[in-house]
Structure formats: C-alpha cells, structure tokens
C-alpha cells in the first residue's frame, strides 16, 4: 500500500505566492475579448475588464501577473499604448495571427487590471527590437513620483500617481523569437538594458528578470549566469533578481502536439511523462544556477509553462486556442507540487496563459465563460500561496503507464499556514484508484477540515459554455481514519485536497 509520511514539524522553506502567477499576452483572445472588452461592450465590464473574468480571477486569488508577452514583448512598443485610444497607433501582430492591435490596452489599462484582480504587476519589457532609452523611459513612465518628462506625460494621460511595478523582465526568449542571440550577447544586453531600469522607489525596488533557458538549453543558464550574474557588483542591490525558464508539455512533440481532447491511454501517459520531465529541469538549471549563487540570492521564475496542444480545429492557427480536460487538471496538479517541492529556487512562475491561449485557466465566447479544470485544480492549492513547505515522503508507490509511458501513480506536496495543512495529491493513473496511507509525526487530534476533488470518470471530459460544470471543484468524502492515520482512496485521474488541523 502506497503511504505519505508527513513530517509537519520540518520546515524547508516558505512557498512564494507569485509560483501561483499568471501570463497574459496579446495573443489571440487573451486580452482582448477574454480580459478587456472596451468601456462600451455589452459584455458588463469596469473601465473596460469584464466583471465575470475579473471576479473569477479574484476568487482564485491571482497573486501576479505578467504581460504583454511572450514573443510579443520584443516587438512591443510601450508608447504606442498610451494616450487617448482614438489616436493609438495601430500595428499588425505579426507573431499571432497576423491581426492588427489598436493598442487599445496598454500600460494604463494594464495597471487597471492588475489593480481590479489584486494581483502584483510583472512587465516584461522589449531587449529584441526597442532601445535602452525606450525600456528606461517607460519605467521612468511607470514608476517615478517626481517631475520629469515620462512622470509628467504619465500625468498628462490622467494618472498622477506612480504605479508599483513588482517584476520587470529585459527581454524575453532572447535566444529565439527575442532577437536570436547568444547567450553571451544577451547577458551583456542584459548588463547594459537593466542599468537603466532604475529602482525610483527605493522602498519598493522592482525585481529583475533575466531571460534564461528553453527546456533543456542549460548552455543558456550557464552563459547567461556566467556573464550576467558574476559580474552583479554587491553595492548595486537588484542586478539580476530572478532568471526565467520556459517549458511547455507538448506530448507528441512540438511539429504535431497532438488534440486536447482526443486522445489515447498513451497520449494520456505521455503528457504525464512530460509534465513530470518538469523535476529533471528544475534540478538541472538549479545545479548551474548554485554554481554561481550558492547562497540563492536569485529566484528561479518559470514564467511560462502549461500544456500545448494543436489549436480547437475552426480556430485561428495563430490564436493558440485550446480546450483543458481532466488531463490538464493533472499536469497543473503535476507541476505545481514541483514547484512546491522547489521553494528554494523557483519564486515565481507564471502558467500560460490565463484566458483562451493555452493552458487556460478561462475561456469566453462572446459573454459567456467557463472555469477550466485547470482553473478549480488552481483554486484547491491557493492554500499553498506563503505558506511553508513541510517535508513529506511517498513510499510504496506503483508506477503506471503503457508502452514504455511510465510515470509513478501519486503526485504530491504539504504546506502548513496557520496551524493548518494544506496536502495536495493527484492519481496520474488513467484507469485505476489508488489507496494512501497518510502518517504524520503526530498522529493524534488531526482533523480533516476541509476535502475536495477534480475529476471525471471520463478522463477526456472538459468543460463547455453549454455545461461548464461537467469538470468541477467538488466535495471530497474518500478518506477514513485509522489508528491515526488518514487512508484515502485516490480515484483514477482525479486532484485531491485535504485540509487538515
Ligand atoms: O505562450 C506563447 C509563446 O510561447 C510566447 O509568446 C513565447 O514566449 C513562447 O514561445
């Protein structure tokens, strides 16, 4: 029988609520249509942000959001998205689909966002194809209280205060759709564009983003590190703060991807493996990011990761729309507890995206929206967010899988916030439900507070605008006491949570 000892007593580190972020991009339906309709739609919205998202987003307790891209990032001019709109200067998205953007959503109606949500704000700015002068002055734009020519047009265009910018990234995937540049080059980009991101407020300095690797390019970080962060002079706090990892769980390979929704045992599998893969990279980038910065100085930020499959057939190519079935459910439950169980280092992380791209935790048609089941997968382990990692330890456990697309059956992670436990499990068997055996280092007086589930006996189910409930966050009753033990039956394919005081 598969069991967990807990041992609640050992603490290994606090989990950061930014591993709970966000990325929004201009990108198909992501902003537009999916968070920001214009102050005139019919869809009900506050200056613009549809009320159904923003409440939704609210309830899941987004703790950051990164925006505007993404490839688009380097190919983002930040003045074109201020102003009256009318006057906006209009472009084509030649990354996504070759639509034109009014730049009807800029930083304004970014900040906006991120304030009706509640979120923190993390910009990534343009190293790819805009200019030192262009990054520093928008940041000068964002964030200075004082008198000078971007503080004053800011004031001009109707905010006088300054804005608070948690994160800014210098460049995004500089090694591909960022500029194609070498990691050497980019570092000493990097040294040059972010001495110009000056901190105005020193009380709330921003935190720096370094573009790092995709998936195994781990000559990425080591040149990146090698150039960028041994040369971060002490007196100037806030050099490089964090440095960024992209993966994305593409389970037939990235030319083919595969459906979202219509696949095999195998398929099923597969996407298990690689979303599991998540493990060996975190491990591997680390090891050459401690070489560097033993005393982990710097966060790692996963700022994009998530499934990706082939668009819905009848969408825009270039869009990236995707449904989420139960099979996200359990790469999200999958790699969250990853991330848990890497505290240390991985401060940040960002799923992509958050409304109709990807591994979306929203989609809408017209007025209508539906929550993802990697949405109620999101929701169960906000608990997670601050709080501390305890040590936990999976014995026993099966390995599932067919042909050769093995994974080990339970995933799992525990936090502990406020005297309670939040213990995050998921069975990545598509056909069998599992028996766990949770011990604890002390075992008497423990009482489930609170017990929920995500799953469907059809592990291809996902949610529609006709019946968006079909895959929901519901009450958990598989759990029994014994002898101060929790034994839980896992049901195939489903996410578990389990508070317990
Ligand atoms: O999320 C979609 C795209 O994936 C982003 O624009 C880019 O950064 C990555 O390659």
Known sequence: MARLQINEKKKLGRIEPEVYGHFSEHLG??????????????????????????EALRELQVPVLR????CFADEYHWKDGIGDKKNRKKMINTHWGGVVEDNSFGTHEFMELCKQIGCKTYVNGNLGSGTVQEMSEWVEYMTFSGVSPMADLRRKNGHEEPWKVDYFGVGNENWGCGGNMTPEFYANEYRRYQTYVRNYDEAHPIKKIACGANIDEYYWTEGVMKTAFSHTPSRYHGFMDLISLHYYVHPEGWDIKGSA???????WYKTMVKALYMEELLNR???????????????????????????EPGTNPGFLYQQSTVRDALVAAVTLNIFNKHCDRVKLACIAQMVNVLQAVILTDGERMLKTPTYHVMHMYRHHQGAELCASDLTDVDTVGTDGWDVPQITESVSEKDGILTITLGNLSATEDKELTIGFSENEGKKVIEARIVTNSDYHAYNTFDEPSIVNEEEFTGFKWESGHLVVTLPKASVVKLRVR
């Open 29 to 54: 339906r992501c902003i537009y249509e999916g968070l920001y309709v214009g102050e005139d739609s019919d869809i009900e919205n506050v200056n613009g942000m549809r009320t159904d998202v923003v």
């Open 285 to 311: 980038h680390c090891a050459i990011i401690d070489q560097y910065d033993p005393e982990k100085k710097i966060g790692l930020s996963v700022d994009e990761w998530g499934t990706w499959f082939s668009v």
């Open 261 to 267: 929704t219509d696949f095999t045992e195998e398929g």
């Open 67 to 70: 925006w505007p891209g993404g």
